[in-house]
């Protein structure tokens, strides 16, 4: 079977994690929602880290709009399947991953079909305020750790980006119109959970593009599309990636340390 912890590729991340957490790494499952901007780093940063097994959902297809900050986004992929495009760019990294790659929007409707009880640690990066709502309501009444991005748009300060409790999260009208909405519904996330997030807010100063779906953020009233910069975006990402990294890594330490 194989393993990380053997693989030369991850010689250094496991001379600083050491085998144990490495292995753990190599079993861990991931279910990553969204490949944009935000999702599209945080998987490379995963399969990077050592994570062989990872589910990739997105429905949308790279566009030209897409190759300022999305890893797999280049002139040579635009009109590829996104999370086609972005299981080839993992696989050159390690073709012993197993990449799932799910052409899907997340809905309501759509939502038992991704299995997610069968999953350790479960991702959203997606930028839809009644998906994301829906997400976060059914992820965190699954056995999986749960992480989620807020909106990454309208930012340029790399100083500003931050990890909170969802319920804690301050400056970001994506996450306060979320908890408005749970408030209104008397309906609540299953438990408590980390979000990526910044409270640095700037206007558009350049004049808007052909509207494309899969650049759209929450601006607290409407779905529109919004600048967005490729540090800020990566930045998200790789904290996610690096949320959930950690996460395994306390978890074999603890496990250790009870003996």
């Not at 319920?167 to 519904?185: D, E, F, S, T």
Request: glycine letters at 8%.
């Amino acid at each position: 079977m194989y393993s990380p912890s053997e693989d030369p590729v991850f010689s250094r991340t496991a001379l600083l994690l050491g085998d144990d957490v490495m292995a753990a790494i190599g079993n861990a499952r991931v279910l990553l929602f969204g490949v944009g901007g935000v999702g599209s780093w945080c998987a490379e940063g995963l399969v990077r880290s050592g994570i062989t097994h990872i589910t990739l959902v997105d429905s949308d297809c790279v566009s030209t709009t897409n190759i300022n900050r999305q890893l797999m986004a280049t002139s040579r992929t635009v009109g590829q399947v996104k999370v086609e495009a972005l299981r080839e760019r993992l696989l050159e990294i390690n073709p012993n991953a197993e990449i799932t790659a799910v052409r899907r929007v997340y809905s309501a409707e759509t939502a038992s079909s991704f299995g997610m009880e069968g999953y350790d640690y479960i991702i959203d990066a997606i930028d839809s305020l009644k998906e994301k709502s829906d997400l976060i309501l059914r992820a965190t009444r699954t056995p999986a750790v749960f992480f989620s991005s807020m909106g990454a748009a309208l930012k340029v300060d790399p100083q500003g980006v931050k990890v909170a409790e969802f319920w804690n999260v301050r400056g970001c009208p994506l996450g306060a119109a979320i908890r408005k909405k749970y408030k209104q519904n008397h309906t609540y996330p299953g438990h408590k959970f980390r979000c990526v997030y910044d409270e640095e807010v700037l206007e558009n100063r350049g004049a808007a593009v052909a509207a494309d779906s899969s650049n759209s953020e929450w601006d607290g009233r409407k779905a529109q599309i919004n600048g967005t910069t490729a540090h800020i975006t990566a930045i998200f990402g790789m904290t996610l990636c690096g949320l959930v990294i950690d996460d395994i890594r306390r978890k074999v330490l603890q496990q250790a340390q009870k003996g």
